[in-house]
């Protein structure tokens, strides 16, 4: 196949010669120019084939025919089943800003909620340090955590969720 550079070289070299028409085929591309007056149907043609794909070769084709299909471990069908979990259900508890997440108010402390916590509105369930300020993050929700979604120590984005909570 022509490159477009190659394209224009021939359209100025059959414009500048004595020729009026010019036709060019190759492995299945074919140019066509004439210069009777017709310079516009020239360039339309050009351009027709330029945007015309080049087949893929069929030894290509065939070998992504012959790949198997790829099997995947069954941890990782185990993993994407629980991501698909439903959790239209559950309350999430998402972080207000920006920052880094800790499940408890110091690194010897016991976290403040763990998978199976019992929760109301007021309870800390941790905090969020911004700017070296520490921001205690309340569930919003009288329920019991079924999931804690961030590790400890983790950075967080806004709206980013921390916490499932099945609602009471």
Same mark, same amino acid.
């Given at each position: 196949?022509?490159?477009?550079?190659?394209?224009?070289?021939?359209?100025?070299?059959?414009?500048?010669?004595?020729?009026?028409?010019?036709?060019?085929?190759?492995?299945?591309?074919?140019?066509?120019?004439?210069?009777?007056?017709?310079?516009?149907?020239?360039?339309?043609?050009?351009?027709?084939?330029?945007?015309?794909?080049?087949?893929?070769?069929?030894?290509?084709?065939? $070998?992504?025919? =012959?790949?198997?299909?790829?099997? %995947?471990?069954?941890?990782?069908? !185990?993993?994407?089943?629980?991501? @698909? /979990? &439903?959790?239209?259900?559950?309350?999430?508890?998402?972080?207000?800003?920006?920052?880094?997440?800790?499940?408890?108010?110091?690194?010897?402390?016991?976290?403040?909620?763990?998978?199976?916590?019992?929760?109301?509105?007021?309870?800390?369930?941790?905090?969020? $340090?911004?700017? =070296?300020?520490?921001?205690?993050? %309340?569930?919003?929700?009288?329920? !019991?955590?079924?999931?804690?979604? @961030? /590790? &400890?120590?983790?950075?967080?984005?806004?709206?980013?969720?921390?916490?499932?909570?099945?609602?009471?």
């Amino acid at each position: 196949m022509l490159k477009v550079q190659e394209i224009r070289e021939l359209i100025k070299l059959v414009d500048q010669s004595s020729i009026d028409e010019f036709s060019y085929e190759y492995e299945g591309s074919k140019i066509k120019m004439k210069k009777r007056g017709a310079e516009k149907n020239m360039v339309e043609q050009v351009m027709q084939t330029v945007a015309t794909p080049a087949p893929q070769p069929v030894a290509a084709v065939q $070998e992504l025919v =012959k790949q198997e299909p790829k099997v %995947e471990p069954a941890a990782v069908q !185990e993993v994407k089943q629980e991501e @698909a /979990k &439903d959790t239209s259900n559950l309350h999430k508890i998402v972080s207000p800003m920006v920052g880094t997440f800790y499940q408890s108010s110091s690194p010897d402390a016991e976290a403040y909620v763990k998978e199976g916590s019992k929760v109301s509105k007021d309870s800390i369930v941790c905090i969020v $340090e911004a700017m =070296k300020l520490f921001n205690e993050i %309340e569930a919003e929700v009288n329920g !019991e955590i079924v999931e804690v979604l @961030a /590790k &400890d120590g983790q950075l967080v984005e806004y709206g980013q969720p921390l916490f499932l909570v099945k609602p009471e």
